[in-house]
């Protein structure tokens, strides 16, 4: 695994501090710094923006705290994380599928326990190894430090008995070629403590935010519109950032989403940004003038994607049928091996659309689950040329090319993913804060499918 990072120089790494001392010694670090030292160029704290991460999963900082993982913890579920959970598994005599699975969370909590004792939280925050610097890989703090310096507030949810919440402050600086007399720097404040304890402290989180300046939010929970926490911070941010490929149940979390577009909050998906290169593709199939009509011709829509998630082929479809107009009228869920869903639309002028989703067992799923594999547009009109196959790099046509259909289909394949890691996303988006039209406009038919059952 590699990043396109800047190399970053720490100025100050974690340091404990009390609550009301964050500021404070945040100060301390820039004022100590503003003329340079130790052979480094000054160093100034960035203003363009605040993020506040909110990290609900505790796995990494227990693998962490027993040795198995050495990188920044970051929650990204990547390969050094899914190395680390084998170990583990694999040392513990576990089922070694490298999955945060509750038993092996379970047998974490326990050896931590054991190691440190029943004050796990107070111990958590002594003897947890500190962040470091890897050249094996980066997480989403150094892609986002890198290109957008900032001040990064993180909240870890830990699980135990409420204790409190606990403040460590630090500062890294991204090294630029094209200036080396002066460093502009990031400013990272971590925030530890069971949920109900950070729920107490959200208004102290809302004045850690810088003022007058763009806010992000970016939710990596599941989402819940019953969590104060939430409610509190999405109100005073800008843009809220989630990645729905993570979420569980992706029919009720969608529509949650929606639900949120509908109350004015300001919606950012990472998993919709997977899907640009889809979509250009799929507009560029019919930019020649001898197949734009034909495109009215579409009324098959076939899509294959990764097991694991279905909310890239919805949002897929979603979209298509925002642009062509199209009106959901049934949804049918097929299950099975493939986990088949049929959607019925109804175009403006009466013409029927069927679209058939398929979830693809793959033996090597990647770090995003329910990547689109392939997808074919086609017409019940023989005379129609509209047939269109898109295929993923990794995969290839499968079954979109059976039957020679592909001799009279254009075929293109999408560009690598390679660049479609939360992190790299996150980074691209702290860029944009803005309210997306043409999301909001998807997801709106999206929710409008969903709505439909089965």
């Given at each position: 695994?590699?990043?396109?990072?800047?190399?970053?120089?720490?100025?100050?790494?974690?340091?404990?501090?009390?609550?009301?001392?964050?500021?404070?010694?945040?100060?301390?670090?820039?004022?100590?710094?503003?003329?340079?030292?130790?052979?480094?160029?000054?160093?100034?704290?960035?203003?363009?923006?605040?993020?506040?991460?909110?990290?609900?999963?505790?796995?990494?900082?227990?693998?962490?705290?027993?040795?198995?993982?050495?990188?920044?913890?970051?929650?990204?579920?990547?390969?050094?994380?899914?190395?680390?959970?084998?170990?583990?598994?694999?040392?513990?005599?576990?089922?070694?599928?490298?999955?945060?699975?509750?038993?092996?969370?379970?047998?974490?909590?326990?050896?931590?326990?054991?190691?440190?004792?029943?004050?796990?939280?107070?111990?958590?925050?002594?003897?947890?190894?500190?962040?470091?610097?890897?050249?094996?890989?980066?997480?989403?703090?150094?892609?986002?430090?890198?290109?957008?310096?900032?001040?990064?507030?993180?909240?870890?949810?830990?699980?135990?008995?409420?204790?409190?919440?606990?403040?460590?402050?630090?500062?890294?600086?991204?090294?630029?070629?094209?200036?080396?007399?002066?460093?502009?720097?990031?400013?990272?404040?971590?925030?530890?403590?069971?949920?109900?304890?950070?729920?107490?402290?959200?208004?102290?989180?809302?004045?850690?935010?810088?003022?007058?300046?763009?806010?992000?939010?970016?939710?990596?929970?599941?989402?819940?519109?019953?969590?104060?926490?939430?409610?509190?911070?999405?109100?005073?941010?800008?843009?809220?950032?989630?990645?729905?490929?993570?979420?569980?149940?992706?029919?009720?979390?969608?529509?949650?989403?929606?639900?949120?577009?509908?109350?004015?909050?300001?919606?950012?998906?990472?998993?919709?940004?997977?899907?640009?290169?889809?979509?250009?593709?799929?507009?560029?199939?019919?930019?020649?003038?001898?197949?734009?009509?034909?495109?009215?011709?579409?009324?098959?829509?076939?899509?294959?994607?990764?097991?694991?998630?279905?909310?890239q082929a919805l949002m897929f479809l979603g979209w298509l049928a925002s642009r062509l107009r199209w009106h959901p009228i049934s949804r049918q869920l097929e299950g099975g091996d493939y986990d088949l869903q049929r959607i019925k639309f109804m175009t403006e002028d009466q013409r029927p659309v069927e679209a058939e989703l398929a979830a693809i067992p793959t033996a090597d799923i990647g770090e995003v689950a329910g990547d689109l594999i392939d997808l074919r547009l086609?017409?019940?009109?023989?005379?129609?040329?509209?047939?269109?196959?898109?295929?993923?790099?990794?995969?290839?046509?499968?079954?979109?090319?059976?039957?020679?259909?592909?001799?009279?289909?254009?075929?293109?394949?999408?560009?690598?993913?390679?660049?479609?890691?939360?992190?790299?996303?996150?980074?691209?988006?702290?860029?944009?804060?803005?309210?997306?039209?043409?999301?909001?406009?998807?997801?709106?038919?999206?929710?409008?499918?969903?709505?439909?059952?089965?």
């Amino acid at each position: 695994m590699t990043t396109k990072s800047a190399p970053l120089v720490s100025l100050q790494s974690p340091k404990d501090v009390s609550l009301n001392e964050i500021e404070a010694e945040l100060s301390k670090i820039w004022q100590g710094h503003a003329a340079g030292e130790n052979g480094l160029p000054a160093a100034s704290r960035a203003v363009t923006f605040s993020l506040i991460v909110y990290e609900p999963e505790e796995t990494q900082q227990l693998l962490a705290s027993l040795g198995f993982y050495g990188g920044p913890i970051d929650g990204i579920q990547g390969p050094r994380m899914e190395a680390a959970l084998r170990a583990a598994q694999e040392t513990y005599g576990l089922p070694a599928d490298k999955k945060a699975n509750p038993r092996t969370l379970d047998r974490l909590r326990e050896e931590y326990l054991k190691q440190h004792g029943q004050n796990s939280q107070v111990e958590r925050v002594g003897t947890a190894p500190r962040y470091a610097m890897d050249v094996r890989g980066s997480g989403f703090a150094d892609a986002i430090a890198s290109e957008n310096p900032c001040r990064v507030i993180a909240l870890c949810a830990v699980a135990g008995e409420d204790e409190g919440v606990t403040a460590q402050v630090s500062a890294y600086c991204p090294i630029q070629k094209q200036s080396r007399s002066s460093l502009i720097c990031c400013e990272y404040i971590t925030l530890k403590g069971t949920e109900a304890a950070l729920e107490r402290v959200g208004t102290l989180i809302n004045s850690l935010l810088i003022g007058g300046l763009p806010k992000f939010l970016w939710w990596k929970a599941t989402p819940d519109q019953n969590q104060s926490l939430f409610n509190q911070l999405a109100a005073a941010s800008s843009c809220v950032i989630v990645d729905s490929s993570r979420f569980s149940d992706p029919d009720t979390e969608l529509l949650k989403v929606q639900s949120w577009i509908e109350q004015g909050i300001n919606i950012a998906d990472l998993d919709w940004r997977r899907l640009a290169a889809w979509q250009e593709l799929t507009a560029e199939a019919f930019d020649p003038p001898e197949r734009r009509e034909s495109l009215q011709a579409v009324d098959q829509v076939t899509i294959d994607y990764e097991k694991g998630s279905s909310t890239q082929a919805l949002m897929f479809l979603g979209w298509l049928a925002s642009r062509l107009r199209w009106h959901p009228i049934s949804r049918q869920l097929e299950g099975g091996d493939y986990d088949l869903q049929r959607i019925k639309f109804m175009t403006e002028d009466q013409r029927p659309v069927e679209a058939e989703l398929a979830a693809i067992p793959t033996a090597d799923i990647g770090e995003v689950a329910g990547d689109l594999i392939d997808l074919r547009l086609n017409s019940t009109d023989p005379d129609a040329d509209c047939c269109t196959v898109l295929c993923s790099e990794t995969m290839g046509c499968m079954r979109m090319e059976a039957g020679g259909g592909a001799q009279s289909c254009r075929i293109q394949q999408v560009s690598s993913l390679a660049d479609q890691k939360a992190e790299e996303l996150l980074s691209q988006q702290l860029r944009h804060w803005g309210r997306d039209s043409l999301y909001e406009e998807s997801l709106a038919v999206t929710a409008k499918i969903l709505q439909l059952g089965s």
